[in-house]
């Protein structure tokens, strides 16, 4: 399953949100995230998530799609690519 | 064509961003929008968005889909509806 996940984060929480999302995610904007993930592990990030999260201040929103190629993507201006770093 | 719109906008000009894709675009998070678009109003809304941004600095990323119900669509925590605030 394909996933696209963007948060809205308060900053004091942001960071461990960040860091939990890496876990199963690639970053590809400030708070967005892209990848192939099982529902089972989309569920523990999730879970993760809520524990994280204070729910009625912060907000995740996750777009699936069965396949990936039934998503097109166009990136505009900067583009995010941690490869790079880690390079 | 069902259309995704994030953007990482630095702060003075992101009230323009804001209000030009609130003309394509329902705002589902604070800098996430989703809707349906024919490719036409598509490249309109990302030719007014490049004359708007600074290539180097801001990011706009685009997931299209053929169709709505291949993507579906979880929230988790406050969720924005901007109709509430217009009612």
């Not at 690639?26 to 994280?52: C, M, P, W, Y």
Request: proline share 0%; aromatic share 6%.
């Amino acid at each position: 399953m394909y996933v696209i996940l963007v948060y809205d984060i308060e900053e004091k929480r942001v960071g461990k949100m960040l860091k939990l999302c890496r876990r199963y995610l690639n970053r590809v904007q400030n708070s967005v995230f892209e990848g192939e993930l099982t529902d089972v592990k989309l569920q523990e990030l999730l879970h993760e998530a809520k524990a994280i999260m204070q729910i009625e201040k912060d907000s995740i929103i996750v777009f699936k799609s069965r396949q990936e190629k039934w998503l097109e993507k166009m990136v505009v201006g900067k583009e995010k690519n941690e490869l790079d770093n880690m390079l």
